[in-house]
């Protein structure tokens, strides 16, 4: 289940952030979503990178912590995509649609 969900603008600055559960969480979700764009940052910048995994915007599994899964999306222009689950039985095909889908009517506004 996603229970958080943020766009992040090219300064990584919050474009949206958006929690499904508690006021108790929210915080710890922001700060979640925050700590990701540090392994994006890792991911995206790594000289190591050739071939068709630089082509490619969906970033996947970002970390697992104790209670959360958390994943992310690139954008062509730079804009990240982040969805925190607790669900350990989603699968990542599931999680890639999702972003596409997400992606997709981000460019239709």
């Known amino acids: ?9 090219l300064q990584n600055n919050p474009l949206y952030i958006q929690s499904f559960t508690d006021g108790d969480d929210a915080l710890k ?22 071939g068709s ?5 969906y970033l996947g599994l970002l970390y697992p912590s ?3 899964k958390v994943y992310g999306y690139l954008t062509n222009t730079k804009v990240k995509f982040i969805l925190v689950t607790t669900d ?22």
């Open 66 to 68: 104790e209670n959360y």
């Open 88 to 109: 350990e039985d989603l699968k990542d095909a599931d999680i890639r649609s999702m972003c596409n889908y997400f992606y997709e009517e981000r460019v239709d506004i």
């Open 1 to 9: 289940m996603i229970i958080s969900v943020a766009v992040v603008g």
């Open 29 to 50: 979700l922001h700060y979640i979503v925050h700590c990701s764009l540090d392994v994006i940052d890792e991911r995206v910048n790594n000289p190591k990178k050739t």
């Open 53 to 57: 995994t630089l082509n490619e915007t």
